[in-house]
């Protein structure tokens, strides 16, 4: 028989052998900077003058927002709804109203389980909502593009079936302190009011029939960086790009440029404004000092495949269609390229240097093997190489590079065949940016 005390102290050791094995080191964010080496920080605030505060180590590190290219990094959720920003972006918020010219969002619940408290968008600042969003991460891009690939116009509910009724949307199923139980018993389910073009009266649509909604009236645009703050990516899944960031007490405000503000809810708060930097994961400003590739127009693209079959380079998304992705984290900016292929860009001698992350994207789980390479022309029309990867693999960590480019006219990125030939190579050229 095992003594008591023995038995206890067993348990003890299992119990700390446990904590060990199982316990997951904190990982401190890297800020990268546009100017020197990039440095482990937390987030601490934001003042009036948009420069950054940053707690490194014991100590507080101030930096004008400009200066900066990226910290942390964000991704994205399964769950919904999500409303889809017609600057970029998604909300993981309740739809809890839709009225004439905005959209009511927030907390359906109202006990603070939600990020964002009750919020009133122009109609003109959402492009759509993922209703009931796919558990496939890639089933679930390619239909935030169509959405977001659809021009203004009617609103459309996509359905479940893959049916499109189009018209215009006059309710939403109402949610949170906006529900009516005193309404005609046909109305006090879920459901979608849409007044199609030769109906006299709404349909009325099961809100378990829908899978997403376009607002027609919205334009989708990126926002500059005279129109917009920076890209701001939370834990819950939301990301936005902002205009500003005000806070007024206890409460913060997301400005947006499209109209609108957000309200973050710190119901479970400390009661300052702390509370809404610890749920930031991602800050990426738009800088005029920096340029990304995906947003300018390329000269020319060429694709010569393996065996068989065209495939087409993605701006700001894989060649799936779908949005770029590492195995942990997804990236708003960037190309998809397959093997071989080469685009090409002029440069004209504005630029200092090209950088970026390569990966191949996730979707290629343990496959997928690439060479990435930039070739520049010089002033003499002549080119050469200026940088080649190494073998990029499936669920390997993106490769870091940096390239000097100040004497470049033009240059090409290339994507080559590495190993088992083109066997699910989707390249991806992540945040890849020229520097002024």
Known sequence: MVAPRLQFSMLAALLLTARVLFAQPVVVPLAVPIEGAPFAATLAGLDSQQNLKWK?????????????????????????????LATGGVLRADVLKLEANQLIIGDAADLGGLLWDESSLPIEAVAGILWQPPADTLTRDRLRAKLLQLPPGDDQLLLIGGETLSGTLLEVPLAGRFVDNTRPIALLGEVFQLQTPRAEKPLIVAANKVLAIRLGAATVSQPGARQAFARIGFRDGSLVVAKSIVTRGESTHVQLPGGGQLVANNAFGDGTADWFWQQVSLLQPLSERVEYVSDLQPLGYKHLPFLSGQWQYGTDQNVLGGQLRTRDQVFAKGLGMFPASRLAYALEGKYRRLQGSLAIDAHARLKGSVVLRVLLENDQGVWSAGYESPVIRGEEAPVEFSLDVRQAQRMALLVDFAERGDECDYANWLDLRLIK
């Not at 101030?62 to 709804?81: C, F, K, N, Y």
Request: hydrophobic share 45%.
């Open 56 to 84: 490194v180590g014991n100590k507080l590190r101030v930096m004008p927002a400009a200066e900066l290219i990226r910290w942390g990094s964000w991704r994205d959720v399964e769950t919904g709804p999500q409303i889809l």
